[in-house]
T-cell receptor
Framework: AQSVAQPEDQVNVAEGNPLTVKCTYS??????LFWYVQYPNRGLQFLLK????DNLVKGSYGFEAEFNKSQTSFHLKKPSALVSDSALYFC?????????????WGAGTKLIIKP | ETGVTQSPTHLIKTRGQQVTLRCSSQ?????VSWYQQALGQGPQFIFQ???????GRGNFPPRFSGLQFPNYSSELNVNALELDDSALYLC?????????????FGPGTRLTVL
């Protein structure tokens, strides 16, 4: 079965420090990979995606993510965290051969940035 | 550019009733997806519409149905409501039918079934 795992329910980081939010996946084919962020009382917002090519992709608000095919991971990173980065982060995967176009989501990781 | 809008914001129904949720896609987007997000969980894919036809469906029973209109707006209908249907329902639109396209989400409709 296809699945996405975000092993940490919560990640705590001091402002100015680097942050990493982890994501691993199990998809039968080659995946498209996405990160979304959800702020309180607001909808999900797209951050970045991996389609093909360079394993390091850059996205909105200074975030980036590294695709590792051998480890089936797509970890979200940022060199220097801001308090405003505090939110709920979701990793999502779509098998590019899935005719159902189903997007499989992780359970989310709550990121808390402390001043 | 108008973003994705959903109505109503909140809804309270009783078990066995029927509900219709509405979504207006972002300008220029012809593909709409619906998701159910239970508290503390990630979204679960319900189905996707492209050019007024359902072209993808997740693991949801037939009492979850939908429509897409010529202006690409969409409805989600749920019949015979159950307590477990209580959740945040999210609508998302994307530009064209392509698996690599990102989706743009509305703020959601919070459905409570009593």
């Amino acid at each position: 079965a296809q699945s996405v795992a975000q092993p940490e329910d919560q990640v705590n980081v001091a402002e100015g420090n680097p942050l990493t939010v982890k994501c691993t996946y199990s998809v039968s084919g080659n995946p498209y990979l996405f990160w979304y962020v959800q702020y309180p009382n607001r909808g999900l917002q797209f951050l970045l995606k991996y389609i093909t090519g360079d394993n390091l992709v850059k996205g909105s608000y200074g975030f980036e993510a590294e695709f590792n095919k051998s480890q089936t991971s797509f970890h979200l990173k940022k060199p220097s965290a801001l308090v405003s980065d505090s939110a709920l982060y979701f990793c999502a995967v779509r098998d590019r051969m899935d005719s159902n176009y189903q997007l499989i989501w992780g359970a989310g990781t709550k990121l808390i940035i402390k001043p | 550019e108008t973003g994705v809008t959903q109505s109503p914001t909140h809804l309270i129904k009783t078990r066995g009733q029927q509900v219709t949720l509405r979504c207006s896609s972002q300008s220029g987007h012809n593909t709409v997806s619906w998701y159910q997000q239970a508290l503390g969980q990630g979204p679960q894919f319900i189905f996707q519409y492209y050019r007024e036809e359902e072209n993808g469906r997740g693991n949801f029973p037939p009492r979850f149905s939908g429509l897409q209109f010529p202006n690409y707006s969409s409805e989600l209908n749920v019949n015979a409501l159950e307590l477990d249907d209580s959740a945040l329902y999210l609508c998302a639109s994307s530009l064209a039918l392509a698996a690599y396209n990102e989706q743009f989400f509305g703020p959601g409709t919070r459905l409570t079934v009593l």
